[in-house]
């Protein structure tokens, strides 16, 4: 049997002759200068997604600087391309909305062009899930490169970070608490340099995922974006993109049910966002491998919340590098860990945990024994209400609302929101429930962010700082509070959350993995007979394809075109 095409012979261009489209490719690339020795070497693709609206990328230019570097100094030959870039606050209606599109052009670059291996630098929320997704999907070596957090600030001698602080000191802002001069005092502050927010939101929490996964070199989850820690690690996951491909390691091989596991494990332990669960979701689903949202329930019992981070803590990203990072975690659960799982070194997480060393004392990450949140920092509910589940973020949460029954105050979609909700004559107490509809994956559409509804105005002058939310949209992982999202199905596709009415009575209870509307089936078939829910459409582009394809929560909200055609595991197992 032939040995597969490599380098520039990979994947030609069809012109009948493939002689020719060599001939003519290198003819091309020759006129930027190349020789046929640095042609004849590995060709590693270096995906750039720096942009101008995209400052958390903004060390863009210095990484691929350090990824060419060390590609070079291993006998590679570095190829950046640009893909798109997609951030959490230039992105309209939702970089949600735009993951999937993502994750198809870092797709069909990576298929298209021809390379032995694939550097994914990615960082903001949506970019490693998409960049995870579309190169799980092409099945060549892959290796992630996190851009890195950004520094903290000071605010009148108060250390700030986005973007939990940013929802505190905003909080504060609605409460009439502080006025606007402080406000544009605090918001200078709240990003101190380029990098992902300070705190465990999504991009800190999928950078430690992609590190658990096995799809970063060791160490590559926590240094922050302006550090020579991250640039080191730059020039190193070069390096190791060559050995990939000459090792002809895909990744397929990494991405196994035991390596989702981990992540998994690590999602709960690091009290990560509930925005995590959606993107491994989706990236599994690529390998044709089955999230168990069950499963994760049962090993949130039995996995504590180590790492004292915001929202869940008090610490910050750069103190989280600065107690050794992922190495000093996964020493403290290795108990409870597939140490057998491939990593992109070549070896198992299990040596690599080795080869970190004794670790030393700090404060940010607790021993087993003694954590700072008794069980996993997410947990997922059930009931009438969420057939298909939902979740709740139980370490960001009040105790005091965790088991709780009031009355449903209804916001149909988010216009409804923003016009009622600050208003005097909104008929609301602090033991009510907040319910948004219509934020769903098709609702909105794309799922925004938005289940994190404000504190009515006249409840927050009056000093409440927490009440129960109730939708079928996402929260930012830098927010905190009793809050129950990704409810399945959603509102927009007919499920049970369209049919609630303000007054009706909702339980909760995180004890019990409970959402419960307390109406009666007959009730709710009656409400969906007289006001049937028509599913949205669009009429053209990428509008059209998304709420034709978009799947639900639990299947990761991905297309149901891109997930793989048939299931090889679940996981956990």
Request: proline share 6%.
């Amino acid at each position: 049997m032939s040995e597969a095409p490599k380098g520039l012979k990979k994947g030609l261009t069809n012109y009948g002759d493939q002689g020719f489209s060599l001939f003519l490719r290198k003819a091309f690339i020759k006129g930027a200068g190349y020789t046929d020795d640095a042609l004849d070497r590995p060709v590693i693709g270096i995906t750039n997604t720096g942009s101008s609206f995209n400052p958390c990328h903004g060390n863009m230019p210095q990484l691929i600087e350090a990824v060419r570097r060390g590609i070079m100094l291993a006998g590679g030959l570095p190829m950046d391309f640009p893909t798109i870039s997609v951030h959490e606050s230039f992105s309209a209606p939702t970089s949600m909305y735009l993951r999937n599109l993502m994750s198809m052009d870092t797709e069909e670059m990576v298929r298209a062009q021809p390379m032995d291996a694939v550097v994914l630098i990615g960082g903001c929320d949506k970019t490693v899930p998409a960049q995870l997704m579309g190169a799980a999907s092409a099945g060549i070596p892959a290796i992630q490169l996190i851009t890195g957090s950004m520094l903290t600030g000071s605010h009148r001698s108060e250390r700030v970070g986005a973007c939990t602080d940013c929802r505190r000191y905003w909080g504060k802002f609605r409460a009439e608490e502080i006025g606007d001069e402080e406000i544009a005092d605090v918001n200078n502050q709240l990003v101190a340099s380029v990098g992902t927010c300070s705190v465990m939101g999504t991009a800190s929490t999928m950078a430690c995922v992609a590190e658990a996964l096995g799809m970063t070199v060791p160490g590559g989850a926590s240094p922050p974006a302006v550090t020579a820690d991250r640039i080191r690690i730059a020039e190193q996951t070069g390096a190791q993109a060559v050995q990939l491909a000459r090792q002809g390691l895909t990744i397929d091989k990494i991405l196994t049910p035991a390596a989702f596991e981990n992540a998994l494990r690590v999602l709960l332990a690091i009290g990560g966002s509930t925005n995590g669960i959606v993107h491994l979701t989706a990236i599994a689903g690529r390998m044709g491998i089955d999230i168990d949202l069950a499963g994760l329930d049962r090993m949130g019992t039995q996995t504590p919340v180590l790492v004292d981070l915001k929202p869940s803590g008090q610490h910050y990203m750069e103190d989280f590098h600065k107690a050794g990072g992922m190495a000093t975690l996964l020493r403290e659960l290795k108990p409870l860990l597939r140490l057998q799982a491939l990593t992109v070194t070549g070896r198992t997480l299990g040596e690599e945990i080795e080869r970190f060393g004794p670790g030393f004392a700090q404060d940010v990450v607790r021993p087993l024994g003694h954590p700072i949140y008794p069980q996993g920092g997410l947990a997922v509910l059930r009931g009438n209400l969420a057939p298909g589940g939902a979740v709740i973020k139980q370490s960001a949460a009040d105790p005091a609302l965790m088991e709780h029954e009031g009355r449903a105050v209804v916001f149909e979609n988010s216009e409804d929101l923003a016009n009622r909700i600050d208003s005097d004559a909104l008929d609301v107490a602090a033991d009510d429930i907040l319910v948004l509809k219509n934020i769903g994956p098709k609702g909105a559409p794309g799922m925004p962010e938005a289940g994190y509804i404000p504190i009515p105005r006249k409840l927050a002058k009056a000093g409440v700082k927490d009440i129960v939310r109730v939708s079928d949209g996402r929260m930012s992982g830098t927010a905190f509070g009793t809050i129950v999202l990704h409810v399945t199905p959603e509102a927009a596709v007919g499920g049970p959350l369209a049919h609630v009415r303000s007054g009706d009575r909702i339980r909760l209870s995180v004890k019990n993995r409970e959402i419960a509307l307390l109406v009666s089936d007959e009730e709710l078939a009656r409400r969906a007979k007289e006001n049937p829910v028509t599913e949205p459409t669009a009429e053209r582009g990428y509008r059209k394809l998304f709420l034709q394809a978009v799947t639900q929560a639990d299947k990761g909200v991905d297309f149901d075109f891109l997930r793989a055609p048939r299931s090889v595991g679940k996981a956990p197992e």
